[in-house]
């Protein structure tokens, strides 16, 4: 699952900082991996990045804690995200 948000200069400090408080929560079940990246060239675009082992697992992750504190930073900070999901078709490792 992916979250794409364009954040104003303005705003980043604050939206880095409560995307670091995420630590504050246990990690969801399900979880592989939760990634915040910037984008190279356009450096107000941010994506959250979560890799989830399972369709079930994402359910669970949605109705969570770590998402409901995601939706409350963006909406405290007037942003509009993108959401994506995704299936793994192959890895290469």
């Known amino acids: 699952m992916s979250m ?11 939206f880095v ?3 670091k408080s995420i ?9 592989i991996g939760a990634y915040l990246l910037q984008d190279a060239k356009e450096e107000e675009s941010y994506t959250i990045l979560n890799i989830i082992e399972s369709e ?4 669970k992750i949605r109705n969570g804690k770590v998402i ?3 939706t409350n930073l963006l909406h405290k900070l007037d942003l509009e995200p993108t959401i ?4 793994v ?3 290469v490792d």
Do not use: I, Q, R, W
Not at 4 to 14: E, F, M, Q
């Open 56 to 59: 079930e697992a994402l359910e």
């Open 23 to 31: 630590k504050d929560f246990a990690t969801p079940e399900g979880v």
């Open 89 to 91: 078709v192959m890895s």
């Open 17 to 19: 900082s409560g995307y």
């Open 68 to 70: 409901k504190h995601l």
């Open 84 to 87: 994506s999901v995704h299936n």
């Open 4 to 14: 794409k948000v364009k954040v104003p200069t303005s705003n980043v400090s604050a």
